[in-house]
């Protein structure tokens, strides 16, 4: 995508039902066509689309994403080892929320929703088991707590 783009971080709805943005720059004024607009809030497909022919209504290019975990959580793999989750750049409550939204979105659109309800529920039983607070590769626990000879 080529061009200007709109500055709208912090302006755009968490549901379809609420309105989408103005001009940033101009509160209350549309969005100036020729504009790209940018959304990497966690959406349904239903409400990209909404969000989409709004735009294209005021001819404004749309690309819709999700930024679903901070980069420096990719560069982890030795806490893993370690047995240290920390939490601070996203916590399992925070992707119990993510893991609920994808597993809603996979019911709505009519796909299989088994996967993301396993996800969901192991998350939920890390967050049980007191890990609530730690970041997502703290799912590792169940597993390993799983794989206990006690355990089956």
């Given at each position: ?14 549901t379809a039902g609420d309105p989408l943005i103005t001009s940033p720059r101009a509160p209350g004024r549309p969005a100036p066509a020729g504009r ?108 390993k707590k799983a794989a206990e000879p006690d355990a089956r």
């Amino acid at each position: 995508m080529t061009g200007r783009t709109i500055d709208v971080s912090g302006h755009l709805p968490r549901t379809a039902g609420d309105p989408l943005i103005t001009s940033p720059r101009a509160p209350g004024r549309p969005a100036p066509a020729g504009r790209a607009l940018v959304n990497l809030n966690s959406g349904t497909p239903k409400e990209a689309h909404a969000a989409a022919s709004w735009a294209a209504e005021r001819g404004v290019a749309y690309l819709d994403g999700a930024v679903m975990v901070p980069p420096p959580l990719v560069e982890q793999a030795p806490d893993l080892g370690a047995g240290h989750y920390p939490g601070d750049l996203g916590t399992l409550h925070m992707n119990l929320n993510a893991l609920e939204h994808i597993a809603l979105t996979c019911e709505e659109q009519g796909v299989h929703t088994a996967q993301p309800r396993l996800m969901r529920e192991i998350a939920a039983r890390a967050i049980e088991d007191r890990h609530g607070a730690s970041n997502y590769l703290a799912v590792f626990e169940v597993f390993k707590k799983a794989a206990e000879p006690d355990a089956r």
